[in-house]
């Protein structure tokens, strides 16, 4: 087709011919991506071609239309801008063309496929101005949803001074509303490696082009196609691959999130998260257990069990049970005493007794406990529980909760603090799960494990699992 000129010749104007095709940028089933000179503006314009094939397909026209029509309402810097839309009926080929400004600069895709890397600094440069355009799209009525981000369809100007260039975001062929969505004309489209796992049933929200610029800024930080990571939980495994600070990491990872109610919901939440890190203070964590740690972790795909087993007899619960045994003792003596008294004198006597014989059987109960009992932790696809288990009784602490409300996972190390005197006091390290309002504890001062070793290494095996950052409220 070089050389050719097409144009709108509808009504056999020869004049309306005003695009000569000067190049052939990019090529597919049933369609072309050309670049051409406008005649009359003599300027370079880009022009995509639907033809009608043997493979045609009527949802590529309904997607080419919505293209065309999108382009047409939006007013973006760093998006091609809508010129023309005619239909092409030449001997050679029949079709649909739309034309579009063309903006000379390479894809991101070009530059890693020569070799360019990405230092962390100018892929967040990349991401806030990609960030900026997903505001001002999914901010439309009725929002738009590009549908297709990846590397092929971002476009990079040259450097200029500390800047890494202007970014753009082309290619609007897969492009939805909300509105569209709602009406019930779906079309599975995009690109394996950078769809959400919604967009793989027809489901579309602004959340999936958050996950998609995910997946394109993982493929820069580690220059590995994103489905050639391996997955874990259907979450894209890029940590090792690539060398980033913890709160970029930690980003990234709520970026690529599979589940919708975790990933960020908005670009502009997104944003946020990205201008104003969480602390990530924390030290080194233990990645494996430690030796002689006698608590029990079970996991697989779907499932995660920590158990921590009794504590054993040691020189504490010697003086309790002796403490209790005195207790309880004189209490029994106190409330013989008090029934063998003249009814009715003999009953006040004896419920005064009551609250004592409670403090009596919490102490035993603590014995046991610290002898016979066990704490489980429990979490598959649906629910998080926590149990203090003692024979046949279970108690939940707190009750069981939807595993999908877990918010956040907090590790806080041993540190020191001071009392209302003054005076420096240790507290223990902590680890708790928050889901929602409520606190699912295992370390700290009324937590099971004391070890700081052990809390580590299961506040490393919790984030794998979840998939969440270890948080630290404390800053240093």
């Known amino acids: ?57 009527w949802d590529s026209l309904k997607l080419f239309e919505r293209e065309a029509e999108t382009l047409k309402n939006l007013a973006h810097p760093l998006i091609p801008r809508y010129l023309n839309y005619f239909e092409v009926n030449l001997p050679t080929i029949k079709g649909f063309a739309l034309v579009q400004t063309y903006i000379p600069a390479q894809t991101l895709e070009q530059y890693l496929q020569t070799g360019r890397t990405f230092t962390e600094a100018e892929v967040k440069q990349i991401a806030k101005a990609l960030l900026e355009i997903l505001i001002y799209l999914h901010g439309l009525y009725p929002p738009v949803i590009h549908r297709d981000i990846k590397p092929s369809n971002i476009l990079l100007g040259d450097r200029s001074g500390n800047s890494i260039g202007q970014v753009y975001l082309v290619d609007f062929g897969s492009v939805q509303t909300i509105l569209a969505t709602e009406s019930g004309t779906r079309t599975v489209v995009g690109t394996y490696g950078y769809m959400p796992p919604e967009q793989f049933g027809g489901r579309t929200v602004a959340a999936s082009d958050i996950y998609s610029l995910g997946a394109t800024l993982i493929y820069l930080v580690t220059g590995t196609h994103p489905a050639d990571l391996p997955q874990k939980d259907f979450r894209i495994q890029f940590e090792q691959a690539a060398n980033l600070s913890p709160s970029f990491s930690n980003w990234l990872k709520s970026m690529i999130e599979p589940s919708l109610e975790r990933r960020f919901s908005s670009a502009t939440e997104a944003m946020a998260a990205l201008e104003n890190p969480q602390p990530t203070n924390l030290p080194t964590l233990a990645i494996s257990k430690p030796d002689g740690s006698k608590i029990q972790l079970t996991k697989n795909q779907d499932s995660l069990e920590i158990i921590v087993p009794p504590s054993g007899f040691d020189a504490s619960i010697l003086f309790t049970g002796l403490f209790a045994i005195v207790w309880n003792s004189f209490i029994l003596i106190w409330t013989i005493g008090a029934l063998s008294a003249p009814f009715p004198i003999n009953i006040p006597f004896a419920m005064f007794s009551l609250p004592f014989w409670g403090a009596g059987f919490v102490m035993v109960y603590k014995i046991l406990f610290h002898l016979f009992g066990r704490i489980c ?88 699992w979840l998939g969440l950052p270890i948080t630290n409220p404390i800053k240093s």
């Open 377 to 464: 932790l429990r979490l598959n696809r649906e629910q998080i529980t926590l149990t203090w288990e003692l024979f046949a009784g279970k108690f939940y602490r707190p009750r069981a909760a939807p595993r999908k409300s877990i918010t956040k996972l907090v590790y806080i190390p041993k540190h020191f603090t001071k009392d209302s005197e003054g005076n420096r006091i240790a507290v223990p390290a902590q680890l708790d799960i928050w889901v929602g309002v409520k606190k699912y504890q295992l370390g700290g001062i009324s937590g099971a494990i004391k070890s700081e070793a052990e809390l580590e290494w299961l506040a490393y095996e919790l984030s794998e």
């Open 1 to 57: 087709m070089i050389g050719e000129i097409l144009g709108d010749v509808q009504g056999q104007d020869a004049t309306r011919l005003r695009y000569e095709v000067q190049q052939l940028l990019g090529k597919k089933a049933g369609r072309r991506t050309l670049l051409a000179r406008d005649l009359q503006t003599q300027e370079l314009v880009v022009i995509k071609l639907l033809s009608f094939s043997s493979d045609f397909e």
